[in-house]
């Protein structure tokens, strides 16, 4: 055993200085399943939230104001600046959550998008659902949100279903509030809605489904709605909304497993572990 494993350890939680960060139940439900792993033992959880200006700063050194044994990023965008100054610098562990980019240098632990978009578009096909739009949201900071739009453009293709654009919005960004203004714009300019809608994340699910009630369209009797990421207050809608889940509390928890592993023994190589999602059948779809 180690010196470090008798060590209480501090393990650095970065994010956006931003209260958006936590506007939304993804990164709730991440928190929970860190906190979770971290409960019972010594070791201290930090939150480290940098402004924009820091950011922006190419001299701002995270690392030399907080003192870590290791880092998880758990912003939208993958900081490399950071991983360097940690891996390169420091000589911590770095951990990052979903957003896989080829040739990452640290460890991550991320949801399988294929997977998942796979059982949403099988499912909707199973409906009887052949008009199918979509609410998507920025992916010039998120791999994740690019890769569930390429891979649904790609499954349309693959079905002999035609790609609508005006079935097709872009939000500003992933709440709630954004799914419902697209969704407005949708039902106001189209000619003709889409059977289904699938949305990049729940948040944006869910701000679909009040504009489609307000409307006095039915879900899913005249428009089908399916989300991702399985947050619990979509279990709380009406209707209650079908969704990909996954498994953000388990991946909290498996992230800080692998981090203190990687602290204890320095020798261990970064680590990539690939989880499942599940579809998640409600009423909404």
Not at 160 to 176: G, I, V
Not at 198 to 218: F, H, M, S, Y
Not at 222 to 247: C, H, M, N
Not at 254 to 265: C, F, G, P, S, T
Request: aromatic letters at 8%.
């Amino acid at each position: 055993m180690t010196a470090e494993a008798n060590k209480r350890l501090t393990i650095g939680l970065v994010g956006a200085f931003t209260p958006e960060l936590f506007k939304g139940d993804y990164f709730t439900q991440v928190l929970i399943g860190v906190t979770n792993a971290l409960v019972g033992t010594p070791h201290d959880l930090r939150l480290i939230l940098v402004k924009d200006e820091e950011y922006r700063n190419p001299d701002f050194k995270l690392l030399d104001r907080h003192s870590v044994d290791a880092l998880i990023l758990i912003t939208w965008r993958i900081h490399d600046r950071y991983i360097a100054e940690a891996l390169d610098e420091k000589k911590i562990p770095v951990m990052v959550i979903n957003d896989p980019i080829p040739d990452l240098r640290a460890s991550i632990v991320y949801c399988d998008n294929k997977e998942g978009v796979h059982l949403a578009m099988r499912h909707l096909l199973s409906r009887g659902y052949r008009k199918i739009g979509m609410l998507h949201a920025p992916d010039d900071a998120s791999l994740d949100a690019r890769q569930r739009y390429d891979l649904l453009r790609e499954l349309l293709g693959q079905y002999q279903l035609t790609f609508d654009p005006e079935h097709y919005r872009k939000c500003d960004y992933f709440f709630e509030e954004d799914g419902y203004l697209k969704m407005l714009d949708m039902i106001h300019q189209s000619e003709k809605l889409p059977r289904a809608i699938i949305c990049v994340n729940d948040d944006i699910a869910i701000g679909a489904i009040r504009a489609l009630k307000e409307n006095w369209i039915r879900v899913p009797d005249q428009v089908a709605v399916i989300g991702y990421d399985g947050i619990r207050k979509g279990k709380y809608t009406e209707p209650s909304l079908t969704t990909i889940g996954q498994p953000l509390e388990l991946m909290g928890r498996e992230m800080v497993k692998i981090l203190i592993k990687q602290i204890e023994d320095k020798s261990l190589a970064p680590v990539t572990r690939v989880v499942s999602p599940e579809l998640i059948i409600r009423k909404s779809c």
